[in-house]
């Protein structure tokens, strides 16, 4: 398998319509989170949250690869991945709600969105914690014979933690259908990986023999048709992939880091003139896909679907003190 | 008696009314700061702590003192650095490492359980471990599931670990100072919702000492025992009982390992009554040593079982409307107390 794609053919393997689609799911995710910041400085959402945007092509460009019975599981920074995987919109906004009308209930949260429906292991508050449990469905898929595959999310700051490389590990002994897709936002809370990981990135994985390589992220076209690849390859038997798709988040850690003394505000307008959005948009427009009117269009109907599933939300009801003790068995 | 600002009593010896006040978060700092000038082998080690100067910015101003060789931001490895803090302490170093949330403290297990509670012992007593972690507890910040726990039973079950447990801005610097003196290693759990509680901290250096418990009301009919952020909740409830004529002494007992079970035991055999409170689960929660130590000791005293009140044993829930409902508060500690003098 090649390092780059740059002439990879599958880069245009989806037709029009299917970019579009996947020009929708990034909107739609672009869009619950400038609502969920709206809805958490508008002191109606409890807690705080951590939002994706500017990271909207990894989610979409791997989960537009994937089938509805493939599995992921994501991270505190987790509402790409679960609406890329096919969350709906207002059991995503009750949950951020705490209402019993939830993913959840009630119960996780924006950190622990879980939707076995969609294929969606959940969301993890803890750094890294999902890597065993993305493996774990990868050895489940090899012992039940399915043809399934396994996507762990998780930042560049869970390459500090001891599990991902025990799980990597035991993926390429095993040939475990799992693909560790580590977004490289290049921060972890306050600190630059410059001060947090040593060496390569891309070697940590290779030096298991894991096939690894490194992507923009802000370029769906390029997230898509690495992912298509090695999703393939996982599929048939090829064994796990590891991706560091390079990438940058345009908010705070979470809503409530708005003044971020630890990156320049020069560092900022940089990534910001790769947006994945624009990028996107761009290349429909000028490869003539869609015109204006058409990413127009998209864009209301997607605030109008946004706008419908807070309302929903917002007048949804709090569990009942009953619920508290549901699903406790131990 | 001096009388913290939220009411809460301090022992008078250590204590002069009119004392300048700062908060939880500022006495945890001015000790480590203080610790650190007075001992160079002290150094701070975790996630965002220098730069940053922690993410409960309780470290702030500390990386300018002391210099990033002495307080380092490390990867977000808990294993890594807890091993790295036993590894120091073994050679020579005061580490104190630095664990987010309390639930974070799962991933040092083996580093703490295994390796810095066992080694002075398991050498002979050639070895020791004069490390600190610190950590944090408590629900209520609508944070679920993951970081929400209060784990600090899990410790104080282990041998070779001792555990602290501060309420007060006055209780945290004092028992900051001398874990970070302590020559094995100390476990300190700081209730995050308390880091802004003002309370009156003498400018004069002072310590405390692990395993002396704090009387921070007395009382004649009824003693509730406390810990961390149940202090409050406890005190809360003393000045409901007050009201309607039940004379409540409560007792934090600052640490769980060493236990002060002499000051818990004498004052149950005064008030024949006792109750014991605690954020963790109530399950093999701390509550059940102290309720066990209290009836061991004041048997013949006492004319009511003694009672524990934790969290109630489910994982947090995120929803405000469930979250409020597994924390123990006031009014519930107040029923219990009347069922128990009733
Ligand atoms: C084990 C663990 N340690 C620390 C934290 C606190 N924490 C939450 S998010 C975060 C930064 C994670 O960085 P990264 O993995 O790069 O994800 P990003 O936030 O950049 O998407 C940290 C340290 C945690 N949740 N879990
Ligand atoms: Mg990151």
Redesign the pocket.
């Known amino acids: 398998m090649s390092e780059t794609n740059d002439t990879n053919p599958s880069l245009n393997e989806l037709d029009a319509e299917h970019w579009l689609q996947a020009y929708e799911q990034m909107v739609k995710i672009r869009t619950f989170e400038e609502t969920a910041n709206e809805l958490y400085t508008s002191a109606r959402m409890p807690g705080i949250t ?1 939002l994706y945007i500017g990271e909207e092509a990894i989610a979409v460009g791997v989960c537009e690869a994937l089938r509805q019975d493939d599995y992921i599981t994501s ?3 987790g509402h790409g991945h679960c609406l890329a995987k096919g969350a709906a919109l207002d059991k995503m906004f009750a949950e951020l709600l705490g209402k019993e009308a939830g993913y959840c209930r009630g119960k996780g949260g924006s950190m622990h969105i879980a939707d076995q429906e969609t294929g969606n292991l959940g969301a993890n ?5 999902s890597a065993g449990i993305a493996t774990g469905a990868g050895m489940s898929i090899k012992l039940r014979g399915t043809d399934q595959v396994s996507v762990c999310f ?5 390459l500090g ?1 001891g599990l991902l490389y025990e799980s990597m590990n035991m993926a390429q002994l095993w040939k475990l259908p799992v693909i560790y897709v580590c ?1 490289n ?1 290049q ?3 306050y600190t630059h ?1 410059s001060k947090a990981a040593a060496g390569s990135m891309v070697g940590r994985a290779s030096g298991f023999g894991v096939h690894a390589q490194a992507i923009d992220g802000q370029d769906i076209r390029t997230v898509h048709a690495t992912a298509r690849l090695v999703i393939d390859r996982a599929r048939k038997g090829g064994g796990p992939a590891f991706l560091v798709c390079n990438t940058y ?1 345009f908010r705070g ?1 979470h809503v409530g880091d708005i003044d971020r003394p630890y990156r320049t505000r020069e560092e900022e307008e940089e990534w910001a003139k790769r947006d994945p959005l624009t990028l996107l948009e761009d290349w429909l427009l000028k490869s003539k896909q869609a015109e204006e009117h058409v990413l127009e269009r998209i864009q209301q109907e997607v605030k109008t679907a946004v706008d419908d599933a807070v309302a929903f939300a917002e007048e949804a009801s709090f569990p009942s003190e009953s619920e508290v003790d549901n699903h406790v068995y131990a | 008696m001096s009388t913290l600002e939220n009411g809460i009593h301090c022992s008078p010896a250590i204590h002069a009314p009119g004392e300048r006040q700062i908060t939880f978060g500022q006495a945890i700092r001015e000790a480590i700061a203080e610790e650190m000038a007075r001992d160079e082998r002290v150094f701070v080690i975790g ?2 702590v220098a730069a940053a100067g922690s ?1 409960f910015k309780v470290l702030v101003g500390l990386l300018d003192e002391f210099g990033p060789e002495r307080v380092i931001d490390s990867p ?1 490895s ?1 294993a890594g650095i807890a091993g790295i803090g036993v590894g120091a302490a073994i050679t020579g170093m005061r580490p104190i490492v630095d664990i ?2 309390g639930d ?1 403290t799962t ?1 040092v297990m083996d580093q703490l359980v295994n390796q810095a509670a066992k080694t002075h012992y398991m050498s002979g007593g050639k070895l020791t471990v004069p490390m600190v972690l610190r950590t944090t507890l408590g629900a209520s910040r609508r944070s679920a599931a ?2 929400s726990q209060s784990l600090h039973a899990l410790f104080s079950h282990i041998p070779g670990l001792k555990v602290a447990l501060p309420a007060t801005p006055f209780d945290a610097k004092g028992l900051m100072k001398s874990a970070i003196r302590d020559e094995n290693p100390v476990v300190i759990f700081e209730d995050k919702m308390l880091y802004q509680e003002q309370g009156p901290v003498p400018e004069e250096e002072y310590t405390l000492p692990l395993g002396q418990a704090d009387v921070k009301r007395t009382g004649d009919d009824i003693t509730i025992v406390a810990t961390s952020s149940m202090v409050y909740v406890a005190l809360e409830a003393v000045e409901k009982l007050d009201s309607i004529g039940i004379s409540a002494e409560l007792i934090d007992p600052r640490t769980t390992t060493p236990l002060d079970t002499d000051t818990l035991v004498q004052s149950a055999r005064k008030t024949s009554r006792a109750l014991v409170l605690d954020e963790g689960y109530r399950q093999y929660g701390v509550t059940g040593e102290i309720a066990s130590v209290i009836a061991d000791g004041a048997f013949y005293y006492l004319d009511a079982p003694v009672k524990r009140i934790g969290a109630m044993n489910v994982p947090v829930p995120f929803s405000p409307a469930m979250e409020d409902l597994t924390i123990p508060n006031a009014d519930y500690v107040v029923e219990t107390a009347k069922s128990l003098c009733g």
């Open positions: 951590h991270t505190h920074r508050g803890i750094v890294g914690g998780f930042g560049d700051g869970a933690q977004e936002n921060y972890g809370e990986n988040r850690h | 996630e965002d993410v977000i808990e987010m949330f974070f991933l993951q970081h």
